[in-house]
């Protein structure tokens, strides 16, 4: 049984009905009090009427992430300060880190989103859930503790970082789930085998990995690694934080809590909607919050709908796992190149650890990617002949692959630096593209 029968399973039509209420809501809420959007929706010329049909949110415009920055730090929300009771800032990814208002119902709804998700993974009463992701301003650790405590589980308020501390802590409390980015669980899994820990020997069954984009192939590393299930848990400062989106055991991508977020997937050079199950930018529209409420929120993330109806009984509309940002894109020489291409490529190689660095600079008018990346500790104590090759052959491969010539420089085992929380792959060295 889900967490909440009630709305994890409505009936689709009612669903329906129910987001369109609370978004003719929303778009009342904001036009009243946020006069970003009330000068947006003039301009457009539309109303909270003119939403008949949940599918008129096309006719509303979008947010993006500058209109936020530009309104820093209280411009764009709806509740007085004195109204709320919490604020909260983004990890600043890609720029200035933007801000996130709460009022208590905004909290109380996303521990509720929380719990949903938790409880989805298997999460019961009588875990200890060791929870790495930072507290403080980012949304990842009061958010995981408050959904842990409102299904009464046992936190372990650990945040990130004293690598050698969430080892033995996992080991002396007897740890059963960890909650952190699927990066630092490697740097974990890493520390405990150079303390010589068994994590698979440990109670640890279950993680919660989420905040950046991880593959399928980290997915497995992981569970290998630790000895556990791993599952994905999506969520966005802007709305609110982690918890908009979760696995659920058929673990074919996240179910969306649509009631409290609509969301649409666009082409995001057209702003059009994609056809049904296409890839696209996700657009997010919340249709609760009260404090911040945001109307088609352009994430920059990509995903497509999973047009399945799930086994797990969960109405949810599911999307499949991000495979990246939009502005995670590298164009080198003119040719665009996600980070995650190179790091499948690098995954599926025995002869490296799934640590590396790219580093793009300019030589004259050129572009160039530099690949650092780990060796295994064999290859590395191989004669240099043999690190060579395993260099040739991974330019070879994303020559022909990708097209675009690379330098890749293998380095030695426990030298890139190690995430505690979101790992910072990219060094864009391009005076026109420091941030
Ligand atoms: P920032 O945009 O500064 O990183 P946040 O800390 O709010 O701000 O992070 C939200 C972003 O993190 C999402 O837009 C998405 O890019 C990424 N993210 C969060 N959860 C996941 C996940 N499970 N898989 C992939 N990416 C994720
Ligand atoms: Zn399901």
Not at 230 to 236: R, Y
Not at 417 to 426: F, H, I, L, P
């Given at each position: 049984m889900p967490w909440n029968n009630e709305f994890e399973c409505m009936p689709l039509?009612?669903?329906?009905?129910?987001?369109?209420?609370?978004?003719?809501?929303?778009?009342?809420?904001v036009t009243a009090r946020v006069p970003f959007y009330r000068q947006l929706f003039q301009k457009k010329g539309i109303s909270a009427d003119d939403i008949k049909n949940i599918k008129d949110i096309v006719k509303l415009p979008f947010t993006v992430k500058n209109d936020l920055r530009d309104n820093y730090p209280f411009g764009i929300c709806a509740v007085p300060i004195k109204e709320a009771v919490r604020i909260h800032t983004s990890s600043g990814t890609t720029g200035k880190p933007v801000t996130a208002l709460y009022t208590e119902k905004d909290v109380n709804d996303w521990s509720e989103c929380v719990a949903r998700c938790l409880w989805a993974y298997g999460v019961r009463e009588h875990d200890i859930v060791q929870n790495a992701y930072g507290y403080g301003l980012f949304t990842g650790g009061l958010g995981l503790h408050q959904g842990i405590a409102r299904i009464n589980a046992t936190a372990l308020p650990i945040s990130t970082g004293?690598?050698?501390?969430?080892?033995?802590l996992m080991q002396d409390f007897k740890t059963s789930v960890l909650c952190s980015t699927p990066s630092y669980a490697l740097t974990i899994a890493e520390k405990a085998l150079e303390m010589g820990i068994d994590i698979k020997r440990l109670p640890l069954r279950l993680g919660i990995f989420g905040a950046e984009p991880w593959s399928e192939k980290i997915r497995l590393t992981i569970e290998e690694r630790m000895g556990i299930k791993?599952?994905?848990?999506?969520?966005?400062t802007e709305m609110g934080g982690p918890g908009m989106a979760y696995e659920c055991r058929f673990q074919n991508g996240s179910h969306i809590n649509e009631d409290h977020y609509l969301a649409e997937i666009v082409n995001p050079a057209t702003l059009e909607?994609?056809?049904a199950g296409e890839k696209g930018e996700l657009v997010l529209t919340s249709l609760q919050r009260r404090a911040m409420p945001?109307?088609?929120?352009?994430t920059k993330d990509i995903t497509r709908f999973v047009e399945e109806d799930c086994p797990c009984g969960r109405t949810f509309v599911k999307m499949e796992r991000i495979s990246g940002r939009t502005d995670d894109m590298l164009i080198i020489n003119g040719v665009n190149v996600f980070p995650s291409q190179i790091e499948s490529f690098l995954l599926d190689m025995e002869e490296v650890a799934p640590q590396y660095r790219l580093i793009v600079r300019k030589r004259g008018h050129l572009d160039k990617l530099i690949i650092q990346v780990e060796a295994n500790k064999e290859i590395y104590a191989h004669n240099r002949a043999k690190r060579y090759e395993t260099e040739s052959k991974i330019m070879s491969h994303i020559k022909g692959n990708l097209g675009i010539r690379v330098d890749v420089r293998l380095v030695e085992p426990g030298t890139i630096?190690?995430?505690?929380?979101?790992?910072?792959?990219?060094v864009d060295e391009r005076p026109d593209q420091l941030r």
């Open positions: 039509d009612e669903l329906r009905k129910f987001q369109l209420e609370k978004l003719k809501e929303t778009v009342e809420w004293s690598t050698e501390l969430q080892v033995s791993a599952m994905d848990i999506f969520g966005l909607p994609v056809p945001l109307i088609r929120f352009r630096e190690r995430s505690t929380g979101k790992a910072a792959r990219v």
